[in-house]
Every structure is written in C-alpha cells, then in structure tokens.
Nanobody, 125 residues
C-alpha cells in the first residue's frame, strides 16, 4: 500500500504546476482523497480534497479559484495549481485513508504519522 507524489518543482510566481499522486496496492473504494501541504515552519494543512463517491470538492481558503483537484476514482489524484504565489511554497502530500468519506472532514481533520515523501513546490517571487 503506497502513495507516490510527483510533479513538484521550481516555478515563478504566476506560473502553474500539476501534481500527481498514484496509489499502488489499493484503490480508493469511494473514499475521500486529497492533497495536503506543509509550509516551512507551519503545521501540515489540507489544501484540496475530493469525494470519489460523489465528486464533492473542498478547497482551502486561499487556493479557491487557483487550485483544482481531480481523480480517476481508482488510484490517481491530480492537483492543478495555477496562479501560484510564493506563499504556496511547501512540500505537498497526498492522502487516501480508509474510512474518510467526506472531503471537508478529510481536509480539516485527517492526521497521520505515515505520510509519503511528498513533492516539493517552490514558487519564486
């Protein structure tokens, strides 16, 4: 059971990146899945989550209108990030935990000690 994130990099402010997360060893089974990030010096936060059951999407304040989350409902989660800002600089992680059906609950309350390696995003001014 593994989640592998990719797609991070260095981009100038205003640019775009597309992050991908691929699950191996399991499928999403109608759970909520999402993207989290940890900004240096801050706690990890839920950025964008989506229900694979009904497609309901939650986006955190500050990323609405700029980030778009999508999933194939099987084993892939994407995060399209447009109009990037320096404050988006962070390591981004994906999550697909069993038992979380609600995208809002996942993004706001999920915690674990078992995050993957993540993918680093750096936005220069």
């Amino acid at each position: 059971v593994q989640l592998v994130e990719s797609g991070g990099g260095l981009v100038q402010a205003g640019g775009s990146l597309r992050l991908s997360c691929v699950a191996s060893g399991f499928t999403f089974e109608h759970y909520a899945v999402g993207w989290f990030r940890q900004i240096p010096g801050k706690e990890r936060e839920g950025v964008a989550c989506i229900s694979t059951r009904d497609g309901f999407t939650y986006l955190a304040d500050g990323v609405e209108g700029r980030f778009t989350i999508s999933t194939d409902n099987i084993n892939t989660i994407n995060l399209q990030m447009d109009a990037l800002k320096p404050e988006d600089t962070a390591v981004y992680y994906c999550a697909a935990p069993a038992g979380f059906w609600d995208a809002v609950v996942l993004c706001k309350y999920y915690e674990t000690e078992s995050w993957g390696k993540g993918t680093a995003v750096t936005v220069s001014p």
